[in-house]
């Protein structure tokens, strides 16, 4: 699973394109293998992996029960910045669930486009992944 193609470069001093304050202090680190705390920081970084085209990222945070053969990049959508509405479980040490309720935005080839998705993530051998998203309702 290559990550490369896609991929925007960004440095660490970089905005993270999650919202974060810096990529380096943010979501670099788990692009580059670090877990994520909550649930809600691994929903970001992957985000910001869509984002940057860090498809390794994706496939390896996504539960193997429900992932696809293959994660690609979308290199015809410019993501355009998230929201997080809400958050349920997901940041405590003896959480195994959490969900996270957010809206992306992006531009796509027909121009502007809005994902909003209550995504539900498991603790998978002391590691957050995340599970499956349906519409919020």
Known sequence: MSGALGRVARGAEDPCPCGGPTYGGCCRPLHHGAPA???EALMRSRYSAYALGETDHLWR???PRTRPARVTAHDALS???LEVHATTGGDGP??????VTFTARYDGPTGPEVLREHSRFVRRGGRWVYLDGTPPD
Do not use: Q
Request: hydrophobic share 25%; proline share 0%; no cysteine.
């Open 94 to 99: 003896e959480d195994t669930e959490g969900t």
């Open 61 to 63: 945070t996504w539960h």
């Open 79 to 81: 993501w355009r910045g």
């Open 37 to 39: 705390a909550t649930a």
